[in-house]
């Protein structure tokens, strides 16, 4: 044939060779039609050329019909010969798109010539040759893969239904796999058109190999699957290829537009109304969807129940389905029909399967659930709960004889679902948080555990022990899967922070728009995970939400297992935590529409008779609605939902109910309730007789009928209704709606109850045969009922959260099952394997449980995984504990910032992994260091040799090795607690193999740990450092093996972490410092001295930073060491630590800014301390910082001055070395000098407040009279230095109390001395606070002031005369100099130095005497006469604060009697036998005397005598300035100075006249034997005082005589002096006691004493009188004659008075009586 064949045109170039070739091959005699036909159509293609503007189903061609009937013709002939060639040029007209068309079956009308064509080829599949069968899978594809032909529903259901039957009846194997391809290739090829709505859309090819995963693996014939892969291939490519030519036309004009009209309802017009309103292309996918589901519902007969091209169609037809599942895009969950699809027919596809035992069919029924779950379990959620529990659940749980293969299925299955994370989260949200949903989450977990664990010991399983490791080791893969994706979920999202919660609604014509795709399953990029193809976010939901929602259905749950025991409590329950109402209706509603609830119970709580309980039946029963029912039905209908009591009572309750309820409902049912009632009770002993099997004898129809005669008011009731009804109840047992056959478990039996699947299981699970339609068949109907119910509904919320607080409540669920699991595994197997698997299980749940704050949980994990590393009894370790070790160090390093109290676990196998490799290195243990005794013992010697070489010698029985290999307890402070007994060398072997396990894991993984603390962050690092501080102090405290490597770790953190900010490194530094403080104070003295000197190490890294000014972390840092030296009781760490201070100050005292606040605070402590050599040391280091680094004491920081004046004055306090404390008064005088000098840096910042001054003062006993400061206003008011010169005075004022002379004289001097060299630049309110708070209080305890109330105070040491002079010195002059500032306080100073004419010492009041004088000398010519007044007014007051004190100790006299009251008439005499004294009354009796009465009377007398001096002395003092500074004084001052001589003469006089005290004074004097006290004395010094003065000042100044009345005082002076002569006299007495004098007796010896001391007073007092003038006489005259005429009667023991008063006679009496 020539190339010319077929003419010009395209269809000619195709048709003329495939025309000719069947003219040669055809018969001419059986072929001649067919040889015409082609004949003629070559002839019309020799004329034809293309033009495309015909609009014909074959390109460029005007009349189509006769160029392809021929090939029609052909096809129909079954002749192989002429069928190949016909088929081929078919193929070829497809596949180069010549055909553009519509193609649907012929009809009768006007069959299409294409759809002719394509009827044809589908209908010559049956001539059994393999290169036919081939062909017409060829043309079918092509047909269906051209763009430019539009196949309509019915001709795609033809073309699928041939290669269907190619599949099932092909010649050989590689013809079946090929039919199998192609279907498959063409369902991806109509669905992707379907999901585009589009003929141009774009499709995969499909995989022949993957196609043989299922099922068809023995159809492979060697090269089957290449040759199939090709042919399919080729199909789809060649076309693909041809299309993109540009010279093949566009797609035919009707074709361009894919969105045509529906067809008419033709044919199955009840399907065809469904498909109004969507296009063709969308019509054919839905059709050839449900076909598929159909042709994988059709089941064998009884007749044939071995079918197997049945059940090979049956699995072809799920292999498809699997097909478009895998490939379905968006539309089939956001378009309305095409989700109906698969809720109507899909879900009951695989509801009619799941109930067959292939496995095949098994496996790819979990294959089409696991496409649904991915893609659409936001639409099916309801569906999904229903096969999830009975495709998955029910296979997991079953574990003593479980298929391998299908429990196989299932793990692999939940391995590939756990891989989506978004899909576990899901599941757990609308399943395990819904109420009305199963809790998927929790059974799948729970299964996986129960699979893991293996059948429970004792029990008979038909598992092979591979299978069930096999089986424990998936399981445990899903496990970790699982809580993998959590971790990788929660890490999204808490970048991601946000929830939305999907809805499902009704109106999804509109495809809503895809967002970016996460990784799906399988990694298949045209799938999407069905969260990302459903956003439709409600606002009102959140995790809170949910949360609530999971707690009502664990408190449902937990009510409906309560109620199922003990129904009472489980309703109490429910009503009390308002889960139902408390009222009747409510409880009732809950009985009848709760699943969940045993059957047997409610009925038998519906039977109680209680009020509330029958108020609850009557409501349950009013609840149905049995209008229109007959009776059988509605007895049926209400038995439904419980299961009858067995109690007649209750039964006979609830069928009375029953009976009142069905004739209210249907009135002409009976004529009255109780034939309704009877009849009732009647059917149910029918149905108990006719369905019991232990009923022998059955009721008959008559006796059922002749048992109810006349129930009806007498009446029978129709004997044909009661004969139905006997046969309704006998065929048809009346049984509630889930009574079953017992359950596998009653924890199953009960979840399944509660989720409403027992029906649905046991139809599934019950069946043996593929006999669906059986006696379950009404069961199926009623599902596929409820299928269709909620198609089109979506009432339920779908909801999708992305907040990472739910993983929660799913850990909550899973951790303790998956502890279980891991552990168990872990424990058992040694498979390596499986034990990773465990341990990343471990890894993925600390990440989990960590990040999430879960705390217990967490710490379950890591306890475990640091339980398993056996590094507490290394002797038994295996490669999975070293595998646990690693383990451990990778959850220290990926969740570091999240374990907070785990890391102590962590950190101790750390401890323990560090201690075993020192063992196997052979390097001596810690406890060598750390002994308590530095000598070596034998047993130390013996142990070193066996280190070195513990790996070559295994017999050795160290102790320490054997400590270890004996192992312990993990919880145990050290290893090798346990002592008892010796090791085997089986054992140390073991041991040593172990230690060459270990370095598996080198020191860098060990140390990575401590170097990557530095990235952990703030509250990490101090949860780090808190849990190495705890260990450290475990390894420490042991006492057997005590350990350094956590204190070196902590010095090596705490160097890696200073650079962090100063908030977070202050923490750290708090926890740190605790612990070095509370280790440091440690019993073992070798623990304390090591960590002190890690502390230094710390220090001086720390020091090398430098601080700014104002920061106080320096101090901080430093303060452990201030701590330690006040609290420990070792002097070794005392001294080390003043050591440490010392290395550091010298090699650091640039850089230490606040640090020197805790140096002089630590000095302090050691400047107190009780041992010698600890005090001298720090005396060195702190003369060293005061002589060369002063300057930087107060660089940044003025206040550590006041702090090294403290530490001085302490030191000053030193009791072992006097050169230590007089070198430290030595230092503040040095310091005082600085300070004047101004060497510090004054920052206004940085001053001290006045509070804080004054609170210092309060600390230092110093607050004395500082809330007198004159205005009140505060020291830095007036000098800004105030606060640092307070603490330096007020410190040398406190040490001159000290008891040593030597310190008492030089603080003195030194404090003198700076006051006086630098009081010039104090201010005068400054002065004001030193006087107050420095220098009253040197004077206080002297002065005899008792202001310390507290008896507990230590009191200062008196002062000796030395010390008073120095001190009395000091003082004037200081007050001399600085006579200006201090001047207002002269009155104060008076006071203090009159004080010390009070002290008892006569040294003290000596100085008191010359200082006053020597202030009254030196000031006098510039004192004024106030301050005048104001000296005379201080002695005045200080003589007069004597007298209450004695007045008080005098009133002890009072209650102390010596013998008669009647004193005058006693006396006294000396009884020299025995020496004992005695008292003579005068009745003649002796009398005894009390020791403590004698005691107390000369306590009297001797502070009677003091009292007597001191108040001479103070009028001496006064005497001797009035006459020294007479000239200067003023009447006011004169005033002061009379009324204090006044007062002592007031006073000596009281005394005086006291005649019962002498009596008892003279009395207790005689018996003591000591002199009496000089109370006379007393009276004439203070007489003559005054006398003298006032007669001075009436001669020498008469005006201001005669201003103050000085006349008149003087004369009264004298005649109280010559009253008390002659009082002492016996002559002057009260004048109403005056008696006429018969005679006179003479005078004693003792008033002749008493008048020959007063003798010289009264010759004073009669020459001041004899020497007045004669007028100033005269006017007294009248009054003094009558006493001196009695003189004259005396009897004068002194020749003195008569001249002096015959002289006084003759110069004053005698002019006066002469002038009269």
Not at 500 to 516: A, F, K, Y
Not at 846 to 872: E, I, N, P
Not at 1518 to 1533: F, P
Request: glycine letters at 4%.
């Amino acid at each position: 044939m020539s190339s010319s064949l077929g003419g010009q045109s395209r269809c000619g170039w195709l048709l003329g060779p495939s025309l000719d070739k069947i003219i040669k091959n055809a018969a001419w005699r059986k072929h001649s039609h067919i040889v015409a036909a082609a004949k003629s159509a070559l002839d019309k293609l020799e004329t034809l050329t293309d033009d495309p503007s015909f609009s014909t189903p074959l390109y460029g061609v005007s009349d189509p019909d006769s160029l392809i009937l021929p090939l029609i013709l052909a096809i129909d002939s079954s002749s192989p010969k002429v069928v190949e060639p016909a088929l081929d040029c078919a193929y070829r007209l497809f596949s180069l798109r010549l055909i553009r068309c519509e193609i649907d079956l012929p009809s009768d009308d006007s069959p299409s010539i294409i759809s002719r064509l394509v009827d044809s080829v589908c209908k010559c599949n049956g001539l059994g040759e393999e290169i036919v069968e081939l062909a017409v899978l060829k043309t079918l594809l092509s047909a269906v893969r051209s763009t430019t032909v539009l196949i309509r529903a019915d001709c795609v259901n033809q073309i699928v239904k041939t290669c269907y039957n190619i599949y099932l009846g092909g010649v050989n194997g590689t013809n079946q796999i090929c039919a199998k391809a192609v279907l498959a290739q063409m369902m991806t090829i109509v669905f992707a058109r379907v999901e585009a709505d589009s003929l141009l859309a774009t499709f995969n090819t499909v995989s022949v190999a993957e196609l043989l995963e299922f099922n068809d693996r023995n159809l492979n014939e060697g090269s089957s699957v290449l040759f199939v892969q090709n042919l399919i291939n080729d199909v789809v490519y060649t076309n693909v290829g041809d299309a993109n030519h540009d010279a093949i036309a566009s797609p035919a004009p009707e074709l361009q537009e894919v969105k045509v009209e529906s067809p008419s309802a033709e044919g199955e017009s009840g399907e065809k109304d469904d498909l109004s309103g969507y296009t063709k292309i969308r019509d054919a996918g839905v059709m050839v969807f449900k076909n598929l589901c159909k042709l994988s519902m059709k089941f064998s007969s009884q007749e044939q129940s071995d079918d197997q091209i049945l059940l090979r169609g049956k699995m072809l037809s799920l292999e498809l389905l699997k097909v478009i599942m895998d490939n379905a895009g968006p539309l089939w969950s956001t378009n309305e029909r095409f989700l109906n699809v698969i809720k109507q027919f899909l879900c009951l596809s695989l509801l009619k399967n799941s109930a067959l035992s292939v496995m095949s069919i098994f496996q790819l029924l979990c294959s089409i659930f696991q496409s649904l779950l991915l893609k659409y379990r936001s639409v099916l959620k309801s569906e999904i709960g229903i096969f999830f529990p009975m495709l998955i659940l029910r296979v997991l749980e079953y574990i003593l004889q479980p298929s391998f293969i299908q429990k196989m299925t299932i793990l692999n299955l939940l391995d590939k679902i756990s891989q989506d994370s978004q899909i576990m989260i899901d599941i757990f949200v609308n399943y395990d948080c819904d109420v009305d949903s199963p809790n998927i989450f929790e059974r799948t977990v729970n299964g996986l555990l129960k699979t893991a664990l293996g059948p429970p010991p004792g029990s008979t399983t038909t598992l092979t022990p591979v299978h069930d490791l096999t089986f424990r080791f998936e399981s445990v893969k899903c496990l970790v899967t699982i809580v993998k994706s959590m971790g990788v979920w929660m890490d999204q999202q808490l970048r991601i922070s946000e929830y939305s919660v999907v809805r499902n609604t009704s109106d999804n014509n509109n495809d809503t728009s895809l967002e970016s795709s996460n990784t799906s399953l399988g990694g298949d990029e045209a799938s999407l995970p069905d969260f990302e193809l459903h956003q439709e976010a409600i606002n009102d939901h959140s995790t809170a939400t949910l949360e609530q929602r999971r707690a009502y259905k664990l408190e449902l749950q937990k009510g409906i297992s309560l109620f199922n025991r003990k129904p009472s409590k489980g309703i109490e329950f429910l009503i009390s935590n308002k889960k139902i109402d408390a009222t009747p209706e409510a409880v009732a509603l809950f009985l009848k529409n709760t699943s969940g609830l045993n059957e047997t119970v409610i009925g038998d709580y519906l039977g109680e008779r209680e009020d509330f309980l029958l108020k609850v039946m009557h409501a349950y029963v009013d609840s149905f609605k049995f209008d229109g029912m007959d009776f059988g039905e509605a007895i049926r209908f209400f038995l439904r939902g419980f299961r009858l009591p067995g109690e007649a009572q209750k039964i006979d309750r609830i069928m009375e109910k029953f009976a009142e309820r069905y004739c209210k409902c249907n009135p002409n049912s009976f004529t009255s309730a109780d034939t309704a009632y009877v009849l009732a009770y009647s059917v149910i002993m029918l149905n108990t007789d006719a369905h019991n099997s232990m009923v022998k004898d059955k009721m008959s129809k008559a006796d059922f009928i002749r048992n109810n005669r006349g129930i009806d008011d007498g009446k029978d009731l129709p004997e044909e209704n009661l004969g139905a009804l006997y046969d309704q109840i006998v065929k048809n047992e009346i049984k509630m709606k889930a009574d079953t056959s017992a359950p596998q478990s009653k924890q199953t039996n009960s979840v399944n109850r509660l989720l409403g699947l027992d029906g649905i299981l046991n139809l599934v699970w019950k069946q043996t045969e593929e006999k669906p339609m059986g006696a379950n068949g009404a069961l199926i109907k009623h599902i596929q009922e409820q299928f269709k119910e909620k198609s089109g509904k979506s009432e339920s919320t779908y909801y999708a959260v992305a907040d990472a607080a739910i993983l929660r409540f799913m850990v909550e669920v899973c951790w303790g099952p998956m502890l279980a699991a891991f552990s168990v595994t872990l424990d058992q197997s040694d498979d390596r394997a499986a034990t990773n698997y465990c341990l990343q299980g471990f890894r993925h749940a600390v990440h989990v449980t960590a990040v999430m704050g879960m705390q217990t949980q967490r710490d379950a994990f890591v306890t475990s995984v640091a339980k398993f590393t056996y590094l507490h009894c290394a002797a038994d370790m295996k490669q999975k504990n070293v595998d646990a070790v690693k383990t451990i160090i990778a959850i220290a390093i990926e969740n570091g910032n999240y374990l907070q109290d785990a890391w102590e676990h962590i950190l101790t196998c750390l401890s323990r992994f560090e201690h075993l490799q020192l063992l196997g290195e052979g390097a001596p243990s810690d406890a060598s260091f750390l002994s308590g005794s530095n000598v070596e013992t034998p047993e130390d010697k013996s142990m070193r040799p066996s280190f070195s070489s513990l790996k070559k010698k295994g017999t050795l029985q160290n102790p320490v090795v054997m400590a270890v290999v004996r192992g312990s307890s993990y919880d145990s402070t050290s290893l090798g607690a346990n002592t008892a007994g010796l090791v085997t060398p089986d054992q140390i072997s073991n041991f040593i193999s172990n230690l060459n396990l270990l370095e598996q894991i080198g020191n860098f993984e060990l140390n990575h740990i401590f170097a990557h603390s530095q990235r952990l962050d703030s509250e990490a690092i101090v949860a780090f450092v808190k849990a190495l501080c705890k260990v450290s102090m475990s390894e420490l405290q042991s006492p057997t093996d005590p350990r350094v490597f956590s204190l070196t770790k902590i010095v090596e953190v705490a160097h890696y972490n200073m650079n962090r900010i100063r908030l977070v490194w202050s923490r750290i530094w708090s926890v740190l410092s605790d612990f070095f403080v509370s280790v440091g104070l440690s019993e073992n003295l070798s623990v304390a001295i090591f960590v002190m000197d890690s502390l230094r190490q710390l220090s001086m890294k720390f020091l090398e930073r430098e601080e700014l000014a104002n920061y106080n972390f320096q101090n901080e840092f430093l303060r452990p060491f201030v701590i330690v030296m006040q609290k420990s009781n070792s002097v070794e760490i005392r001294e080390l630590i003043v050591r440490c201070i010392s290395q550091m100050i010298l090699s650091r005292v640039s850089n230490v800014k606040s640090g020197w606040k805790s140096v002089f605070m630590a000095l302090t402590a050691a400047a107190a301390d009780e041992r010698k050599n600890v005090v001298v040391l720090a005396f060195e280091t702190m003369e060293k910082i005061v002589r060369e680094y002063f300057p930087y004491i107060t660089e940044t920081e003025t206040a550590t001055f006041t702090d090294c004046v403290r530490c001085l004055i302490t030191f000053t306090n030193s009791r072992f070395d006097s050169d230590v404390s007089l070198n430290a008064i030595a230092f503040l005088r040095f310091c005082a000098v600085k300070l004047a000098e101004g060497g510090l840096i004054c920052n206004t910042e940085t001053a001290i407040t006045a509070a804080a001054v004054a609170a210092a003062a309060a600390d230092d006993d110093l607050s004395i009279s500082v809330a007198k400061e004159a205005d009140k206003e505060t020291l830095m008011d007036v000098d800004k230095n105030a606060s640092y010169w307070i603490p330096l005075l007020s410190g040398l004022s406190l040490l001159t109390s000290d008891p040593r002379l030597a310190i008492r004289k030089s603080s003195l001097e030194v404090l003198f001395n700076i006051l006086k060299d630098h009081g010039h630049v104090f201010s005068r309110l400054f002065w004001i606070t030193v006087i107050n708070s420095v220098i009253f209080p040197i004077f206080k305890n002297v002065s005899g002031e008792k202001e310390d109330k507290d008896p507990s105070s230590p009191k200062p040491a008196c002062w000796d005369s030395e010390t008073c002079s120095v001190a009395t010195r000091c003082l004037i002059d200081l007050f001399i100099n600085f006579f200006g500032v201090m001047r207002g306080h002269l009155g104060a100073v008076v006071s203090l130095v009159a004080g010390l004419l009070k002290n008892t010492g006569q040294g003290c009041a000596r100085s008191g005497v010359s200082g006053l004088m020597r202030l009254a000398g030196e000031l006098g010519g510039v004192l004024t006469e106030d301050e005048w007044s104001c000296i005379f007014v201080s002695l005045k007051e200080t003589a007069a604060s004597l007298l209450p004190g004695f007045l008080k100790l005098l009133r002890i006299m009072d209650r102390i009697e010596f013998g008669s009251s009647n004193a005058a008439q006693s006396t006294f005499y000396d009884d020299d036998d025995g020496g004992q004294t005695t008292l003579t009354s005068r009745n003649g009796m002796i009398e005894d005397y009390d020791d403590d009465n004698l005691q107390t009377a000369g306590y009297v007398v001797s502070r009677m005598k003091t009292h007597i001096s001191t108040q001479l002395l103070i009028m001496q003092v006064t005497t001797d300035i009035y006459n020294m500074q007479q000239h200067l004084l003023k009447a006011s001052s004169v005033k002061v100075v009379l009324e204090l001589f006044s007062q002592t003469v007031t006073h000596a006089r009281n005394l005086s006249s006291d005649t019962s005290l002498h009596i008892k004074l003279q009395r207790a004097c005689s018996i003591l034997e000591i002199p009496d006290p000089p109370v006379v004395h007393f009276e004439n010094e203070s007489y003559q005082n005054i006398l003298n003065t006032l007669h001075h000042l009436l001669i020498s100044d008469p005006s201001l005589s005669e201003q103050m009345g000085i006349e008149s005082h003087l004369f009264s002076i004298c005649e109280e002096i010559i009253q008390i002569y002659l009082s002492c006299c016996r002559l002057q007495q009260p004048k109403q006691q005056q008696k006429p004098v018969h005679w006179i007796l003479p005078l004693n010896s003792a008033v002749k004493d008493e008048l020959g001391a007063r003798t010289s007073l009264l010759v004073s007092a009669l020459r001041v009188l004899s020497e007045v003038e004669q007028a100033r006489f005269r006017r007294y005259a009248c009054t003094l004659f009558p006493l001196l005429v009695e003189l004259v009667r005396c009897e004068h023991t002194s020749r003195e008075v008569q001249p002096v008063l015959s002289n006084l006679f003759q110069t004053c009496i005698g002019p006066i009586i002469m002038n009269a």
